[in-house]
């Protein structure tokens, strides 16, 4: 139950399970989290808090909920098509399909394609994304609009290949990075290796620099890549990467499928973070990433949903599960990849490798948090206490539905499943024409 419909300045959350993902893994049976503008300034026990925070502009009563970090989806492209050519592996996938669509998209329709898939994130939880698309000022005005905390890159490309220029990128940067009180940022996008020259790389890394700002690249995806990248090159893609200065902790390196022994030490040498998205790999046909071998060396990995396109959901919820079970499955190991762990990959490691002060519960970092609706089959039974059972619930039975409200940046972005700031109605049907404009060009 929600009371008090002022302005949100001070929102107190409280009587819920809540899960703050500090270091100490500290869980709240009956806990309490208070937001004043956009940060979180105390989380305890209620019962040790509401006497202290009587008065506030938004209660949320938080019983029979779980309240927790938002998730972070480290790996994202808005999308058109969602359902469209499921059927192609990479290679095919984006040269007749993927390119051709995102060259034709308009600004318009790519706003509405964005809002679609910014909606979709926060209704499954997400509360940031890391999205590499095109018409990526449109995508900046969606993420303003809609609430969501959004870093933004261009898909950064050869000319010959009609993609986005590091021009394109830089004139995005100055354009809308730091907007919306900080919560859209800019970042450096580099497509994938084929479609790459040195000189571009080695020009990217230098505007990186410049502009104090990210990178965000596909590397080592498939098999094809790779050889792509052999005959090209000489070199593997991650190798080459790290010739040309790519590489490092202001670097955000997505799938990561194929890396031989000597990138994952190039991995870790400089410090650059990786997105596993084993649902999009799966479906793709590219294989499963080796993550146990990533964290065994200290790498830190997120979790991402890629495209819907090539996931048909960008429920992050549900790819929690996939990271899990994936490794268990194929490397016959019941033990890897346990919950708690997977939940800190799509929280406090996806804050990190964006530098963000978000992904925990603790006095002091930015008001980015979810509530889940634990009144449902998907969490019986509840078992609390040292032996709980809550974070096997949330990866391995719970489903992006099951997330009720949405607070990003201090603000309700989400109540009760229904988006505070925009017309869901509207964003479905534009969204829907979008796509089929798209389709009447390619």
């Known amino acids: 139950m929600v009371t008090n419909e002022k302005a949100n300045k001070r929102i107190v959350i409280k009587n819920g399970l809540v899960l703050t993902m500090d270091d100490a893994k500290t869980i709240l049976n009956d806990g309490m989290l208070v937001i004043e503008g956009n940060q979180i300034v105390a989380v305890g026990d209620t019962k040790e808090l509401e006497g202290k925070y009587l008065e506030a502009d938004r209660i949320i009563d938080a019983k029979g909920k779980a309240v927790l970090p938002g998730l972070v989806d480290l790996h994202f492209h808005s999308a058109a098509g969602k359902g469209y050519c499921d059927y192609l592996p990479l290679y095919e996938y984006l040269m007749d399909f993927w390119y051709p669509m995102v060259r034709a998209i308009s600004p318009e329709d790519a706003y509405w394609a964005a809002l679609c898939s910014y909606s979709e994130a926060i209704r499954s939880g997400s509360t940031t994304v890391n999205d590499m698309w095109r018409q990526m000022e449109s995508c900046g005005d969606a993420a303003e609009d809609i609430g969501i905390r959004a870093v933004l890159s261009c898909d950064v490309a050869d000319d010959e290949h009609k993609l986005d220029s590091l021009a394109d990128n830089e004139r995005l940067y100055y354009k809308k990075h730091g907007k919306a009180n900080g919560r859209i940022e800019v970042y450096v996008g580099i497509e994938w290796m084929p479609l790459e020259s040195r000189e571009i790389l080695v020009k990217a890394r230098a505007l990186a620099n410049e502009l104090n700002t990210g990178i965000h690249i596909h590397l080592n995806e498939s098999l094809s890549e790779v ?86 959901s960008r429920d992050l919820i549900e790819v929690m599960k996939w990271v899990s079970l994936i490794h268990k499955a194929t490397r016959v190991d019941a033990s890897l990849l346990p919950p708690q762990d997977v939940l800190a990959m799509a929280t406090k490691n996806g804050s990190k490798a964006l530098k963000h002060n978000t992904g925990s519960l603790e006095a002091g970092k930015l008001a980015d948090v979810i509530l889940i609706d634990l009144n449902n089959e998907h969490f019986i039974p509840l078992v609390l206490g040292e032996k709980t059972n809550i974070y096997s619930h949330l990866v391995f039975a719970a489903n992006g539905g099951d997330v009720v409200t949405s607070i990003i940046d201090g603000e309700i972005v989400m109540e009760d499943r229904r988006l505070t700031k925009v017309n869901q109605e509207e964003i479905f049907k534009k969204a829907n024409q979008a796509f089929q404009n798209v389709l009447k060009i390619i």
């Not at 990786?274 to 993550?291: D, W």
Request: with cysteine; hydrophobic share 35%; proline share 5%.
């Open 227 to 312: 050889e792509a990248s052999l005959k090209k090159f000489g070199r593997r893609p991650t190798e080459f990467a790290y010739d040309c200065g790519i590489l490092g902790p202001d670097c955000v390196a997505a799938h990561c499928v194929w890396l031989s022994d000597a990138e994952i030490a190039m991995m870790r040498e400089t410090g650059t973070h990786i997105s596993h998205n084993p649902s999009s790999n799966a479906k793709l046909g590219n294989g499963v990433a080796r993550v146990p071998e990533m964290l065994n060396a200290g790498i830190n990995v997120g979790i991402g949903h890629d495209a819907a396109e090539c996931n048909n």
